[in-house]
């Protein structure tokens, strides 16, 4: 399973992206996947000075995103 999460913030310099994907992986458990550790793939990016305060989750099910190679 891969998670791919983006980050919006209106103003630069809110929080650890580390602190908030640990609090999405959490919040997702039991929702999406029985336990984080079912995840294999995350890519995180932080977009400052964003219009909106916000987060865009996408969850793939089947293993890495097509752009990248599983080994």
């Known amino acids: 399973m891969a998670v791919k ?3 919006h913030c209106k103003k630069k310099g809110r929080g650890d992206l580390d ?10 458990t039991g ?3 029985i336990d ?12 400052e000075n964003f219009g ?8 793939i099910e089947n293993g890495a995103p097509p752009h990248t190679k599983e080994t």
């Open 52 to 59: 909106y305060d916000g987060v865009t989750i996408e969850v």
């Open 36 to 47: 984080d550790k079912q995840v294999k793939y995350i890519e995180i990016k932080k977009m």
């Open 19 to 28: 602190n908030k994907l640990k609090c999405i992986l959490d919040a997702l």
């Open 31 to 33: 929702v999406v996947y």
């Open 5 to 7: 999460i983006i980050w």
